[in-house]
């Protein structure tokens, strides 16, 4: 396999109109850039728009949601710090400001682990756009008490009981590691993750609060979010422990078939991802020995087939010739 036929793979898709919107895309297989592509496109910061870009591997791009998967490795390293609760802890007895909650027993139920894997059983409606307020995370974010908006949700379900989609469980994740290592979690990734990965460049959008959007506000270059994977693929070397690396990205709750959810990271048959808004995807397969990074500008749209196209017709193909 060249990168030659990737290329080629990669401006066939483009000539057909079935990679819309993709502004970057850099492939490790068994340790050599097989693909890597910069493009060019009308960009935003969160719902900010940038105008056009174009891409270079020094240009900072929203990772969306894939921040939630990053949020999850610094609360692997906080854990073996003994800075954080272990997952099986209950939620509430860590934050003691909102014991008001922790006296209905259906939320003295709930566990880190329900925040990590997005089973908290509370009201959370994330399929409307993120320019609305009807849109939970939103409505987290205009809350005056965005940790107490979470908690207080109605409860729906027996926690444990079924996956959904929760930035919420983000926030409240990245608040436990503020809380037990009295670091801001954007200073905490600095220098326990990205600064020793060798990442110097890189944003974090906070709030009108001035707090880190911990579900969705990272903003990384396509090398520095392909680092992030290889760090993954690498067993965490010497910054993410590998024992939290194992059940973190394995699976824990189905969402589909064939598809789950871990300590905030998706995983399938032979896969773990991070999934962000407009495309931006994270692929990292132990089997295959491979891992991708996209980004692409297809936000807040229904359909967002771009950073697939890219894995299932452009990619994969070739590495499992």
Known sequence: MSSETLTGRLARAAEQGRVPD????????????????????????????????????????????????????LYGVALADGRVPEPHEPLLRHFPEYADLAEDPRRSALTVEHALTMTLGLE???????????N??????MAQDRYRYILERPVAEEPGTRWTYCGGASALLARLVEKGTGAKIEDYARARLLEPLGVTSF???AGDD??????????????????????????GRDLVPASWLEVATRPHVRIDEGFHYGYQWYAGDG???????????????SPLDLVV?????????????????????????????
């Open 22 to 73: 993709l502004h970057a895309v850099i492939a490790v297989h068994r340790g050599q850039v097989i693909l890597e592509h910069y493009g060019e496109g009308e960009d935003h910061l969160l719902n900010e728009p940038l105008g056009h870009v174009r891409f270079t591997p020094d240009t900072l791009h929203d990772v969306r949601s894939v921040t939630k998967s990053i949020v999850s490795l």
């Open 124 to 134: 959370w409606n994330e399929n409307v756009p993120y320019t609305s307020a009807a």
């Open 136 to 141: 939970s995370e939103i409505a987290m974010e």
């Open 203 to 205: 944003e974090w959008s």
């Open 210 to 235: 001035g707090v880190a959007l911990a579900a969705s506000g990272l903003r990384l270059t396509a090398p520095a979010l392909l680092e992030v994977g290889r760090l993954v693929l690498d067993g």
């Open 271 to 285: 896969w773990t991802g991070g999934f962000g808004n407009g495309g931006q995807r994270l692929y990292v397969s």
């Open 293 to 321: 990074a996209v980004n692409a500008g297809q936000y807040n749209v229904p359909d967002q087939p771009t950073a697939q196209v890219v894995l299932d017709e452009v990619i994969l193909p070739a590495v499992r010739a």
